[in-house]
Each structure stands twice: as C-alpha cells, then as structure tokens.
C-alpha cells in the first residue's frame, strides 16, 4: 500500500470508528459472546475484538487474555487490516514482524495468532477478530479461515445494530422535542396498537401521559367521548385506530371530558374562525 493510499484508509478508518463510537476500550455483550463462541470452536484458549485508532489499539472484547489499550504500530492487528483475507501466523518465534512482540515475549507468551479483518459494508477496516495461543498451531486449514471470516461478519453485524439503534434512538429523541414544541396534539401507535408518542400538547389536554393500552382501552382510560360529551367513543369510531386500520382519516369528531378539566372538543381537521373551542389534534398511526 502506497504512503497516499495508507494515510486515505487511515482517515476513512478514524470516521468509522468515531461514528461507530469504537475509541474506548468499553466492553461489549454483544462481542464478548462471539470471543467466547471463537474460543469453543477453534479450541483456543484465547480470543480478543480489537478496532485500530490512530496510534492506539483498543480492545472491546477479551476472553482468555486481560487487554485494555496498546499502541498500535507493529502490532498484529495493524498488519491485519491490511489485507482482505484472514493472516495467520503459525508460530510467532519464527515470524520477523512479531518475533520481538511485546506478547510474544512477556506474557500471555503467544505463539499463534490468526485474524480476520472487521470491515464496514463500505469496506473500511476497522480492526480484527482474533484467536490467540502460547503453542503454535502449524495448521489452519481453508475451511478454518473461512469460518473466522464469518465470525468477523458477525463482530460486523453487531456494530451495525448497535449503531442503527442508537440512531434511531437519537433520531426519536429529536422528534419528540420538535413534537413537544407543536401547539398541536400529536398521539402515535405502533403496528400492535401499543400508544408510542404523545407530545407535550396532548399530555396537557389529555392529562395523561401515553399507556401501553389495548385500543379497546383507550376510550375509557382517555375520556374519549361523542361530541355530545356524554356519549362514550366507540373503538372503532377513535380516529388513531381508524387510521391503524388503514383508514385515511379526513373528518372526525370527538370530546375529551376529563375530571380534572373542562371538556375539549377536537375536530380534524380543526375548525377554524371566530369562537371556535377546539384544540387541534393529528392522529397517525405506524
């Protein structure tokens, strides 16, 4: 690899990682049980996750071995990341590049190595899973390597889920406080019917906070009436369950008579004009 070419990878490598959030030595559930899955099946005793920072090699997951940081140059990740394909060093006494490895010579006194890379679905690398021993292993079979390639993707696969779903967390945390700063009403299910969203309007006119409730609950636990204010909303006349139901809800009518509140009537879409009581209200459902 060329100096220009390196330092690219280089710089695409740190945005991963700082958008993977990956620059700490933070132990992961997700990863320790794949080291402990490799250890079973490769019959190591040791195993570890490593991501490559500038300078730094942190590790997230250890089993067998007690590492935290390192620094990175020479060290078997770094050569790792390099290539595509699994590297295998059979017995470290015998390989120039880790013969003087601080690991070879001190404890754990390795003797095998064997990594595969862990790269994004842009085919950045990231780091390496690896298995680790103080005896050399002369053979590492094709079918082998492939499996620890597999065990990558996986390492891969939860970094992906883990990052979509703290995505997805910050993005809900945005929509909330944009919603909460809506003047209108804005109440939310999800597919099982289960109330997921109510911005800080309707908390006020409901005076209540979203429940995990069945539909057929909503009405009674919500006040929800016919305009007449007396009558009590049918399930299937509750405009969010009309539109869960896949109904394009475009005229609806009804009361929230609370005990603690005068009664408010809500109109979608809202009534406008002159001496008009309604507290607009958007109903979605999804």
């Not at 030595?25 to 991501?51: C, G, Q, Y």
């Not at 754990?108 to 690896?130: D, H, K, Q």
């Not at 009558?231 to 609370?258: C, S």
Request: glycine fraction near 6%.
């Amino acid at each position: 690899m060329t100096s220009t070419a390196q330092r690219t990878a280089e710089a695409a490598r740190s945005a991963a990682l700082t958008d993977y959030r990956l620059l700490d030595n933070s132990p992961e559930r997700a990863l320790d049980r794949i080291t402990a899955l490799a250890v079973k099946i490769f019959d190591v005793p040791m195993a570890f996750i490593s991501f490559l920072g500038e300078g730094t090699l942190f590790f997230r997951s250890c089993f067998g071995v007690d590492l935290r940081e390192q620094p990175s140059e020479g060290s078997f990740c770094s050569y790792t990341v390099q290539g595509d394909e699994v590297m295998v060093v059979p017995d470290t006494r015998t390989d120039l590049r880790f013969a003087r490895h601080p690991l070879v010579t001190g404890e754990p006194y390795l003797r095998f190595y064997a990594g595969a890379p862990v790269n994004t679905p842009e085919g950045v690398a990231l780091g390496s899973l690896c298995l680790l021993d103080s005896k050399p292993h002369p053979v590492f079979s094709d079918a082998q390597r492939e499996l620890l390639s597999e065990l990558a993707e996986m390492v891969m696969a939860a970094l992906e889920h883990r990052h979509l779903s703290a995505a997805v967390v910050r993005e809900r945390a945005f929509l909330e406080a944009v919603l909460d700063n809506v003047a209108e009403g804005v109440v939310a299910c999800n597919t099982e019917g289960e109330l997921t969203l109510f911005n800080q309007a309707a908390r006020t006119f409901h005076g209540l906070p979203a429940s995990p409730l069945e539909p057929g609950d909503w009405a009674t636990h919500y006040d929800l009436y016919e305009v007449d204010g007396s009558t009590p909303l049918a399930t299937e006349r509750i405009p969010l369950f009309r539109a869960l139901h896949g109904e394009d809800v475009q005229n609806a009518n009804m009361v929230i008579a609370t005990q603690n509140a005068p009664a408010r009537q809500l109109d979608l879409p809202p009534r406008r004009g002159p001496g008009a009581k309604t507290v607009p209200d958007s109903f979605k459902g999804g």
